[in-house]
């Protein structure tokens, strides 16, 4: 059995270690995708200094954001558009969802469908071995659907469509139409943070305000067409923030706001936000109380997780067709080699990046 390189987490908060993984045999209807880019995620930091599910175990080939070419298909395949699918084709692949339980065939909610498969977090030591993206190779599972990638999409901004992006464009989603005349607030600088400031730009927001840091990050919201910026670190006092949205939106709240920081925003976007406004709540991780009696009257309060098929491909389509608008590439801030794997996790952890970019 021929084997590849691959970034594997065997220890939680270790330095992360090159090892040989298995290259499996494919079953029908699967693809070996040699990766051309892998992204990092909050997500793959988290998962490095803890376990997040409690049936995940060590060891883990780290990353869930590839993008790279078919190297082998076991069969005829073809791509979400019906197309088929060839040897040299760029790709990027969604997650499974079972299409059989309550939440597949009933609620037609897949995100939450309990018999999900998703990629970071399997056993490197088990078939089929290759599930994270920080390898020279992937295997791509029969039910994924298959995105092709336009040559004006670079990998690494392919690569974060395959979970930032995309989740931003199934927020989005939900959330409906954005009205001329509306004021968005978005908690949060980072790359979903940047990726929905252009989203909310392009779908017609009159006002996109954007609350985050450090500095270099909101240089980045700015040219994603942030009307205005206020960083966290310079304004540490929550009153005066709420007091700059008030200012920006004739002393209402905005009407939508969308957190993409994590759990602990919430309860001051709450105060943000105008009375039956929306509040879109993406980020994840931390802890927080909301004190009921002080959640605005007739609000929506919407919640995502992850992203279904089509937003995979509405991420891809975005980056494509907008490119002259927007500076995608300047959210992929560093790239590295699979060798220096240990240094951009370290990047993304203390946030000197906006996004690392693990180049093959
Ligand atoms: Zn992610
Ligand atoms: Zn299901």
Redesign the pocket.
Known sequence: METCNAAVITEHNKPLTIQQVKIPDLDPGSLLVRITASTL????VHRWHGPLGDKDTLPIITG??PCGTVQDIAGERTDILGNPVKRGDRVVWSYVACGSCYYCAVACQPCICRGRASWGHNRSDQHPYLLGSCAEYMYVPKECLIIKVPDEVTSASAAASA??YRTVMHGYDRLGAIKSHETVVIQGSGPLGNFATAVAKDHGAKKVLVIGAPANRLEVTKKMGADAVLNLEEVPEEKQRREWVKDHTDGRGADVVVQVANNMAVPEGLTLLRDGGRYLNIGAGGKANIAVEKIPQEMLFITIRSGEPRHWLQAIDFLASRRKTFPFEEMISKSYSLDQINQAMEAMANYSVVKAVINF
């Open positions: 995620c909050g997500t793959d869930h954001e979970c930032a």
